[in-house]
């Protein structure tokens, strides 16, 4: 359908600009797609490059107050430049020379720590100070104060994940600085918090009240092995144990609740026989997993134009949203990391159909009504006026994508960020 020049309807949408309007109709497509359309990719994050960085920064750029910490972001390559590792989660790897400290401070932002390799560095969460070694899965939920030290002659690094770009989106961020050092420079090979708190299905009395994170501050690798290996050893004694065959799985929880261990971020530990794959899942929001040991490969999403196979070599990071994923592995140990305030907020039941629009029809094939011809769309430069996409009132381009379908650009401005090839790639699904 070519549209006609109409200089009233032109008038009226400069309008609209010139008093910061914004009508739906143009926009509806891009604030309300048919299935989620991240901007976010995967992408995959080596700890043999990470780690040299790392270092370098550790010769380089001194810690202390004011940039607080010496912590690398994982800036995801379909975001535009903006240092998030998916549109909901921020990760880092944290370097911390030998004798250094980290001063105190808090914000509202909830954040975890897992340890890829070391030890000798205390965290000290609300003068609780928390041994970190090797494996384990730390906490510290928003608005407590933390510092950290190492006690050792060596460096030591780890991954951090918060939740900055949530708390960003939603304007609920606040900081304050806390002592230049750490409010106790102990040493205890076991916090105050887990001597309270970690011990199998008991519940201090003191402590019946629900928590919105969890009081246990650091899940350690010893807890997290045992309970894998005992999965798999049921397993092999014939009792269902394994979410699925080879695949040995565990959620950290919140003992309070039962539920997750913070409010917007949910954390598992996944292990693979040797030879084992999961299942395909579909899935909403993002996750960020980190491989703490072995090799497995992750199949890239169907959408894409050939099956990409990342693999992971024992120390790599992938971040980014993954609709489909399904993990083969060697034998295979990693942390999984999601935003759990996504699963939430989806509809229920959970649609079952894929998750990239390239899997679905046509956009013309979608299911949205086509739109009345009494309502108007927008000018466009007639040199691009070819069709309208009766999904949301974008243009069909022309083009088709790889397997075929019609690809459709927004009405909306183009974005003026350079986009990756990976970014490209994933136009079909995000035009
Ligand atoms: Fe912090």
């Not at 979410?243 to 954390?267: C, K, L, Q, S, W």
């Not at 592995?329 to 649609?351: E, K, N, S, T, Y």
């Amino acid at each position: 359908m070519t549209i006609e020049p109409d200089p009233e309807l032109a008038q009226l949408y400069a309008d609209f600009e010139t008093e910061h309007l914004n009508p739906l109709w143009t926009q509806l497509g891009d604030l309300m797609s048919m299935v989620p359309m991240s901007k976010a990719v995967p992408f995959v994050w080596k700890w043999s490059t990470l780690y040299p960085l790392a270092q370098r920064a550790g010769d380089l750029v001194p810690v202390g107050r004011g940039g607080e910490r010496r912590a690398i972001a994982l800036a995801n390559p379909g975001l535009g430049g903006v240092p998030y590792v998916t549109p909901t989660l921020w990760a880092a790897i944290q370097y911390l020379g030998p004798k250094e400290t980290a001063p105190e401070h808090r914000h509202a932002q909830n954040a975890f720590r897992f340890v890829v390799e070391g030890e000798g560095v205390w965290t000290v969460v609300n003068g609780d100070p928390v041994a970190m070694r090797r494996g384990d899965f730390l906490l510290t939920p928003g608005w407590n104060f933390h510092g950290h030290h190492n006690e050792t002659d060596r460096p030591m690094a780890w991954l951090d994940g918060l939740d900055i770009p949530f708390v960003h989106y939603t304007d609920t961020g606040f900081f304050e600085f806390g002592s230049n050092g750490v409010t106790d420079e102990s040493t205890p090979d076991i916090s105050r918090s887990e001597r309270l708190w970690a011990h199998p299905g008991l519940r201090p009395l003191v402590g019946l009240d629900r928590q919105t994170s969890s009081p246990i501050a650091c899940y350690r690798w010893d807890h997290t092995d045992r309970a894998l290996d005992e999965q798999l050893a049921l397993e092999d004694e014939g009792h269902a144990a394994t979410p699925e065959p080879g695949h040995a799985a565990v959620r950290y929880t919140n003992p309070t609740t039962g539920g997750d261990v913070m409010p917007t971020i949910r954390a598992e530990f996944h292990r693979l026989r040797a030879g084992a794959h999961t299942r395909a899942r579909r899935d909403v929001g993002s996750t960020v997993f980190q491989v703490f040991e072995g090799q497995g490969r992750f199949p890239a999403p169907r959408h894409r134009t050939r099956r990409r196979q990342g693999r992971h070599d024992r120390r790599a990071v992938l971040g980014g949203v993954v609709p489909g994923h399904r993990l083969r592995g060697r034998p295979v140990r990693l942390l999984r990391c999601a935003d759990h305030r996504a699963p939430a907020l989806a509809p229920r039941p959970h649609p079952r159909r894929s998750l990239t629009s390239c899997d679905l029809p046509p956009c013309a094939r979608a299911a949205a009504p086509p739109p009345s011809a009494s309502i108007p769309t927008p000018p466009v430069p007639s040199s691009t006026a070819t069709q309208t996409c009766p999904r949301s009132w974008q243009i069909l381009t022309g083009r088709r994508c790889p397997r075929g379908h019609p690809v459709c650009r927004s009405t909306s401005p183009a974005p003026t960020t350079p986009r990756s090839s990976r970014a490209r790639a994933r136009s079909c699904a995000s035009a």
